[in-house]
């Protein structure tokens, strides 16, 4: 039996099943180059096919053929798109129970000390990595080490505060010492950040190799990348450790999965109508009950976490004064908007700081800013934007209110989501905002464009977490000794720091949300963040293909049980 702090199981993340019901700027690690196969020796590395035809390896007779938006420049890092691709190659300490509880996966249980400072996990024996390296306590402390190194930047930003070092008891025993009681450790563990990698790999490959093509214990291992194009997962035989929520033990029912990158939606859906793919990603709002009606399987998850928010610059005008960050929150009727855009399938979300699957969520934060343009005037008026040149832009000193709003299309914002951009683009400049926008190809996105402080004047994007402790890597100031650039509004404030802090250290779940609870009602009053729509992660399957499931931290499709059949 785990014991581990107090803690109350989530509410289970809303997903759907076909026709039975209806009704998601990051920290990345990047890296190029052509993709690495492990040979026999995982210090050896031999290239692999870059033909521009998927279909040129000789494909078992069991292939599963799905289409995903958006192609990561390599496999395992921090960034979302790559954890659900390494989740299929890279098992966890831990994995996320269909009822939000924490259940085993490579550690048979845990627990912690009276003081919360120390956490031991036990591990099961029979796991071992693809390259024949056993899962055992000093692999699990190297990772922890390359974790907190820097190896993957979004787990060093979760632990980097907390976690002081691991050391192997024994073989299967493992402890985690703490700076400071950490109780949401184990469930955040459970994201694919997470995956465990060989350690054999971590220290004789390149940091490259081992983020475009990671070496896991998980039921599939990468065996072909053609860039642009495709990545081709295979089964491995002996794969017998997956987590409880798996459907059934033992490996995957699939041979082969066909990961194909097709960045335009529309192309996505007429593939899978045609029966060129079995199941796809992202599927817009207005063809999601079509799908439903045509019999394909659907499945929905509202990502807690961070939703799709805009930041305010609080570093240069016109947003470094509160009231006119207020006058831009009250100008908007953003539930309209995505009401209009979404279809009933995209949720609004009015809290900047935390999503509504968020344990931990303030409603009072959501409330804040309702639609007032009324109010909105007022407080333009009283910022001292008094006059308006001829086309309705409110002028201060000559100057026009002109706002810089970049995004990134095709990246961070789907089609839908520019969709919403614009409509709200439209009712600020109703009030007198001139609202430019400005956006962004994935390639300038990944380079970390439009990131600092003299960049832009509002800031779109989300952050997928399982809890409200996203607050802390938002929020934090600093990150090893640096300016915290995951801080979108450039907020720094020691008293919200601390606050959050607390949070994070409190066992109590009640204490512990209440806490989390005024966070975001600080950010909130200080008219930082505001929200406009949950992200999701949304899947449609064909009829043929059955056991496709959703991972319970992130959404991304889980492909171990996965098969088809007519």
């Keep these: 039996m785990t014991d581990s702090p107090p803690h109350r199981p989530h509410a289970l993340r809303p997903f759907a099943l076909a026709v039975t ?17 492990a040979a026999a020796d995982p210090g050896a590395a ?6 521009a035809d998927p279909g040129a390896s000789t494909a078992p007779t069991d292939v599963i053929t799905y289409g995903h938006q958006q192609e990561p420049p390599c496999v395992h890092g921090g960034w979302i798109e790559q954890g659900y691709l390494s989740h299929q190659v890279l098992d966890a300490l831990v994995s996320l129970g269909d009822d939000g509880a924490v259940e085993p996966w490579l550690a048979t249980d845990w627990d912690v000390s009276d003081d919360d400072l120390t956490w ?3 591990l099961r024996e029979e796991p071992t990595f693809s390259d024949g390296t056993p899962v055992d306590a000093q692999a699990i402390v190297d990772n922890v080490d390359y974790w907190l190194e820097g190896g993957n930047s979004t787990a060093k930003v979760w632990l980097d505060d907390y976690v002081e070092d691991a050391t192997a008891v024994d073989d299967r025993t493992v402890e985690i010492a703490l700076s400071d009681p950490y109780p949401l450790l184990a469930e955040n563990l459970t994201q694919p950040y997470f995956g465990i990698q060989s350690p054999t790999a971590l220290a004789t490959r390149s940091a490259e190799e081992n983020c475009t093509s990671p070496i896991g ?23 017998d450790w997956a987590p409880a929520t798996a459907a059934t033990q033992g490996p995957a029912k ?19 109508r045609a029966g060129e793919l079995d199941a796809i990603y992202d599927v817009q709002a207005f063809e999601w009950e079509n799908l439903q009606d045509e019999g394909y399987e659907t499945h929905l998850f509202n990502t807690p976490g961070r939703p799709q928010q805009i930041s305010f610059n609080t570093t240069r005008a016109p947003f470094d004064d509160k009231r006119v960050r207020q006058a831009f929150a009250y100008s908007l009727d953003r539930e309209s908007v995505v009401d209009s855009v979404g279809k009933g399938v995209i949720p609004y979300e009015g809290n900047g700081s935390v999503g509504q699957a968020t344990d931990g969520y303030s409603q009072a934060a959501a409330d804040r800013y309702s639609f007032d343009p009324d109010e909105a005037d007022r407080l333009l008026d009283d910022a001292g934007w008094t006059q308006r040149a001829a086309d309705g832009t409110r002028t201060k000193d000559g100057e026009r209110l002109h706002i810089e709003f970049p995004y990134a299309g095709g990246r961070t914002i789907n089609q839908d989501g520019a969709a919403i951009i614009q409509g709200l683009q439209q009712q600020a400049e109703a009030v007198g905002f001139d609202v430019t926008l400005i956006p962004f190809p994935p390639s300038e996105a990944a380079a970390g464009a439009y990131t600092g402080p003299d960049e832009y004047d509002l800031s779109i994007g989300y952050w997928t977490s399982i809890n409200a402790g996203i607050l802390h890597v938002i929020w934090r100031q600093e990150v090893g000794g640096e300016p915290n650039t995951s801080n979108s509004a450039f907020y ?15 066992t109590d779940p009640a204490e512990q949300d209440a806490l989390y609870q005024q966070a975001q009602e600080t950010i909130a009053d200080e008219a930082l963040s505001i929200g406009v729509y949950d992200r999701l992660s949304t899947l449609a399957a064909s009829p043929r293909l059955h056991g496709l499931r959703q991972e319970n931290s992130q959404g991304g499709p889980v492909f171990h049980d996965a098969y088809i059949a007519d």
């Design 21 to 37: 019901a209806a009704v998601s700027t990051l920290a990345l690690t990047a890296c190029g180059g052509a993709l690495v196969t």
């Design 46 to 51: 031999a290239p692999v096919s870059t033909s």
């Design 120 to 122: 031991t996990f036990h």
């Design 217 to 239: 214990s998980g039921p599939f291992t990468l065996t072909e990348w053609n860039r642009g194009t495709n990545i081709v997962l295979d089964r491995r035989d002996d794969y």
């Design 254 to 272: 699939a041979e082969r999965i066909d990961w194909r990158f097709l960045a335009d939606p529309t192309a996505r859906t007429a593939a899978l």
């Design 492 to 506: 720094f404030d020691d008293e919200l720091e601390s606050l959050i802090r607390e949070a994070n250290s409190t």
